[in-house]
């Protein structure tokens, strides 16, 4: 018995550390105020940031923009999704008898709404990158390089 709240407990602390509704996530725009997202405590880049300095012309931010505003009606459905579940879960987790059982169900669903979320996000990368010109591509991975050996060092 004991080892069950062991398990529950620790899988609470977990889940309250690193679980929160994909909406909190992300801000305005394309990942966030300052053009990226915070996951779990680590800056994780965003295309704002990343497309910021490509000299795009209007054409080009126009795509971009309805491209994006595509991906953003996808994710809605998501994030609408976890934020009931991570309710229900975290009451299930502080009852006197927790089901280990039907957290774990939660916790699926979650992170299959998140996979989601992934995804819908990959193919808006994917649909900006055949926007951008062969110059503007090698930039793009210079920033990205950039960002990232900035994020490595714990520069943000």
Same mark, same amino acid.
Do not use: C, H
């Given at each position: 018995?004991k =080892?069950?709240?062991l398990v529950?407990? =620790?899988?609470?602390?977990? =889940?309250f550390c690193?679980?929160?509704?994909?909406?909190?996530q992300?801000?305005?725009?394309?990942?966030?105020?300052?053009?990226?997202?915070? &996951?779990?405590?680590?800056? &994780?880049?965003?295309?704002?940031?990343?497309?910021?300095?490509l000299d795009?012309?209007?054409?080009?931010?126009a795509?971009?923009?309805?491209?994006?505003?595509?991906?953003?009606?996808?994710?809605?459905?998501?994030e609408?999704?976890?934020?009931?579940?991570? =309710?229900k879960? &975290?009451? +299930?987790?502080?009852?006197?008898?927790?089901?280990l059982?039907?957290?774990?169900?939660?916790?699926k669903?979650i992170?299959q709404?998140r996979?989601?979320?992934?995804?819908?996000?990959?193919?808006?990368?994917l649909?900006?990158?055949?926007?951008?010109?062969?110059?503007?591509? +090698?930039?793009?991975?210079?920033? +990205?390089? +950039?960002?990232?050996?900035k994020?490595?060092?714990?520069?943000r």
């Open positions: 018995m =080892i069950k709240y529950v407990g =620790i899988l609470a602390v977990g =889940i690193g679980v929160s509704p994909v909406s909190a992300r801000g305005p725009g394309f990942g966030g105020a300052d053009g990226g997202m915070m &996951r779990q405590g680590k800056m &994780r880049m965003g295309p704002e940031k990343l497309f910021r300095n795009l012309t209007a054409d080009q931010k795509k971009l923009l309805d491209v994006r505003q595509a991906m953003e009606k996808e994710l809605l459905p998501y609408q999704k976890n934020e009931p579940l991570m =309710i879960m &975290r009451e +299930e987790m502080t009852k006197d008898s927790p089901d059982r039907t957290i774990e169900n939660y916790l669903e992170n709404n996979l989601n979320v992934e995804l819908k996000r990959t193919e808006f990368m649909k900006s990158w055949v926007i951008l010109t062969p110059d503007q591509k +090698e930039k793009f991975r210079k920033t +990205e390089k +950039e960002i990232w050996n994020m490595k060092k714990g520069d």
